[in-house]
């Protein structure tokens, strides 16, 4: 993903995520349909709030980091799809 820079500041503990593109094969190979895509569980921090009073956030901009399969909120910022969600959706940095 290249580095994007997006006009957006999170509140409190929140942060925006750029999904990671959807896989296009399977590990054996075989092509997948974009009917049969799975929504990806991993992406890149792109903004990042200020974090909570005594609980300041561990990630940063530029984590790639992997979250739940239901976890954010989509939204859209000029013409591009971000997830919008809590720190506490994030599972791991990787």
């Not at 009073?53 to 939204?75: H, M, Q, R, S």
């Amino acid at each position: 993903m290249a580095k994007t820079s997006v006009n957006v500041k999170p509140l409190a503990d929140r942060v925006l995520v750029e999904s990671a593109p959807a896989e296009t094969k399977t590990a054996g190979g075989i092509i997948i349909p974009d009917t049969a895509k799975e929504k990806p569980m991993r992406g890149k921090i792109v903004a990042v709030g200020n974090g909570k009073k005594d609980e300041p956030l561990t990630v940063k901009v530029g984590d790639t980091v992997l979250y739940g399969k239901y976890a954010g909120t989509e939204i859209s910022i000029d013409g591009k799809d971000y997830l919008i969600m809590k720190e506490s959706d994030i599972y791991a940095i990787i």
